[in-house]
């Protein structure tokens, strides 16, 4: 089997680019190890064609260093007999992160995870963004899946560490998760499908966390 993988080093900092950038007053360095106390993540809300109520979940990884989105009914398809409207699935998650006191957080890479039946001559991709409440909604980055694919596919965006976002330090602020799939028959004359799903358990969006200790 083949694994597509696709890397979009300079997506994040255009992401970056477009909201409130910086560190919170007065914070400290980076911290090579998370805090100990663990994080809790409440998911608010969510809406959108890609996942209907109950149907996404977020989990936080054990050493607090990221936490998981998992979707189960996240699919976008296109072909003969599919209409048009299902060629693009969205899906927009709210969640509030609690944070150890002291503590602040940004999220410094994304991974994200799904599989693709594209016939050739379909095309597909993959965008999202994310912001905190009350900060400007970032651009969206854009992955292009390349058809013909049968197998996950993988698309990553790392920011550099001066460019990241930090949760103000202190505050509650949601943080909105914005993802869409996209995909268009094109010249191909079968199905195709792409998803971003729980379907082997590997399956998801993990997004990686920067620490550092408020004043």
Request: no cysteine; glycine share 6%.
């Given at each position: 089997m083949?694994?597509?993988?696709?890397?979009g080093g300079a997506v994040l900092a255009l992401i970056a680019s477009s909201l409130?950038?910086?560190s919170p007053a007065s914070a400290g360095n980076i911290l090579d190890d998370p805090p100990s106390d663990h994080i809790v993540i409440d998911l608010v809300a969510m809406a959108g064609s890609g996942c209907r109520p109950g149907t996404a979940d977020v989990a936080v990884s054990p050493d607090n260093t990221a936490f998981t989105?998992?979707?189960?009914?996240?699919?976008?398809?296109a072909g003969p007999g599919i209409p048009t409207t299902e060629g693009r699935k969205n899906c927009q998650l709210n969640v509030l992160v609690h944070v150890p006191q002291g503590f602040t957080f940004a999220i410094t890479k994304v991974d994200y995870r799904g599989y693709g039946?594209?016939?050739?001559?379909?095309?597909?991709?993959?965008?999202?963004?994310?912001?905190?409440q009350g900060m400007t909604q970032s651009t969206f980055s854009v992955h292009p899946v390349a058809a013909p694919l049968d197998d996950n596919w993988f698309a990553s965006d790392e920011v550099p560490v001066a460019a990241v976002v930090w949760h103000p330090c202190g505050?509650?602020?949601n943080l909105n998760i914005n993802t869409e799939l996209r995909v268009a028959k094109g010249t191909s004359t079968d199905a195709s499908f792409l998803t971003m799903d729980s379907t082997d358990g590997s399956i998801s969006t993990t997004y990686h966390f920067a620490w550092r200790e408020c004043p």
């Open positions: 083949r694994k597509l993988l696709v890397r409130i950038v910086g989105a998992i979707y189960s009914e996240y699919l976008a398809q039946l594209l016939q050739r001559g379909a095309t597909a991709s993959q965008r999202a963004n994310y912001y905190f505050e509650l602020r």
